[in-house]
Each structure stands twice: as structure tokens, then as C-alpha cells.
């Protein structure tokens, strides 16, 4: 089953104390993308990659860091996470670029006390 | 980088009338015009999507228009539902240069029996 698969789907951890979601997609998508949704501000973007060891920032990098080391895996780090970076974080891969359908993973809750 | 600004923010229509959704982008270059339904708690699916080159685009109920010189897009759903009732997504994207692709803020749909 083509899926994005995103863990962990929910976690709640405290400040400054380093946290890695991954995501995994199993279509050979060369494209993928990280995005925070908090309510009232829809989807924002965090960082791309349009390939392996080819990453960019989106609207909001400030706090993350990403790699892409394999074509399938696009983790999100967050070294120091604050609570501004407490929101539900989803995953995306398609294609080749932006312009393709998006496919998303379930999504990640995280909350930083 | 690009903006995308979506209204309204909430509509609320009995079940059997239409819905539109209409949304605007800044950056001419833009040529990509996705919308993702989003259900609560799950992932932004993609419903319907149209590309700079044709103006208007239906699947069934559901139908998006653009106007390249105006610079906005429009999603119409007629014979509403109550499944329906979702959180709805434009977004628009280029696939030269960069990559990234930019949601609006989301409309909420309320579909009542």
C-alpha cells in the first residue's frame, strides 16, 4: 500500500530537549515536505527536498533542521524545541515537485512544555 | 515568496446548495492549483486540482475555475452533503526555480441536514 508513514504520531516532551520525527515513504517520491498546522494559520511550510541531499527552506525553518540521506526518509529535527514549536506537524511526499499531488502522512502532535 | 489568501474563513450552507470557496496568489509564476480536503483528525487529501493552462476543471460535484489575469481560483461544490463538512485547502505552486508550495488558511465547511 503506497503510504507516508510519520512517527511518533503523538508526543509531549519539554524544552531544549532534542526530538527527531521521521518519515518514511514507500512510492520512490523524489519530493518531500514538512508542514506545521496551527489553528486559524492552515499549512505552513517548514523545508523541502527535491532529492537525496537536496533540502530548502520553506516559510518557517527557523528551529529545524532536516536531512535527506536516503530517497525514502525526510526526518525533522528540532535541537532545542520551544514551546512556539508545539503544533501537529505533517509529512508530504509526491513526484518530482511541489506541482504534483501531495500525499500526506497522519500526521505528528507534538507539545513542548 | 508567494501569498495565498482563501475565503471565507467558515461557510455554513444547508445540504442540497452550493459552496464556494475562493482564493487569490500574488506571484504570477505560479502555475499549479491544488485543493486538499482535510476531515477532523486525519490527514489534507487531495480533491481537485487545475494547472495554469486550463481555466476550469470539474470532477462530478466538485469543480475549481481559474482566472490567470486576476490571479484567483475558485472551488464550487454543488448538491452538498453532509460528508462534506471538512476543512478545505487551496494552494498554489511553481515548479521552476524552487519548489515550494503555499496553502491559504483554510475554509470550514458546515454541511446541515
Known amino acids: 500500500e503506497a503510504q507516508v508513514t510519520q512517527n511518533p504520531r503523538y508526543l509531549i516532551t519539554v524544552t531544549g530537549k532534542k526530538l527527531t520525527v521521521t518519515c518514511s515513504q514507500n512510492?520512490?517520491?523524489?519530493?518531500m515536505s514538512w508542514y506545521r498546522q496551527d489553528p486559524g494559520l492552515g499549512l505552513r511550510q517548514i523545508y523541502y527536498s527535491m532529492n537525496v541531499e537536496v533540502t530548502d527552506k520553506g516559510d518557517v525553518p527557523e528551529g529545524y533542521k532536516v536531512s535527506r540521506k536516503e530517497k525514502r526518509n525526510f526526518p525533522l529535527i528540532l535541537e532545542s524545541p520551544s514551546p512556539n514549536q508545539t503544533s501537529l506537524y505533517f509529512c508530504?511526499?509526491?513526484?518530482?515537485?511541489?506541482?504534483?499531488?501531495?500525499?500526506f502522512g497522519d500526521g505528528t502532535r507534538l507539545s513542548i512544555l | 515568496g508567494e501569498n495565498v489568501e482563501q475565503h471565507p474563513s467558515t461557510l455554513s450552507v444547508q445540504e442540497g446548495d452550493s459552496a464556494v470557496i475562493k482564493c487569490t496568489y500574488s506571484?504570477?509564476?505560479?502555475?499549479?492549483f491544488p485543493w486538499y480536503k482535510q476531515e477532523l483528525g486525519k490527514r489534507p487529501q487531495l480533491i481537485i486540482d487545475?494547472?495554469?493552462?486550463?481555466g476550469e476543471k470539474k470532477d462530478q460535484r466538485i469543480a475549481v475555475t481559474l482566472n490567470k489575469t486576476a490571479k484567483h481560483f475558485s472551488l464550487h461544490i454543488t448538491e452538498t452533503q453532509p460528508e462534506d463538512s471538512a476543512v478545505y485547502f487551496c494552494a498554489a505552486s511553481q515548479a521552476t526555480g524552487y519548489s515550494t508550495l503555499t496553502f491559504g488558511k483554510g475554509t470550514m465547511l458546515l454541511v446541515s441536514p
Open positions: 508530504a511526499s509526491s513526484g518530482r515537485h511541489s506541482n504534483q499531488p501531495q500525499h
Open positions: 512510492m520512490n517520491h523524489e519530493y
Open positions: 487545475i494547472r495554469s493552462n486550463v
Open positions: 506571484d504570477s509564476a505560479s502555475n499549479y
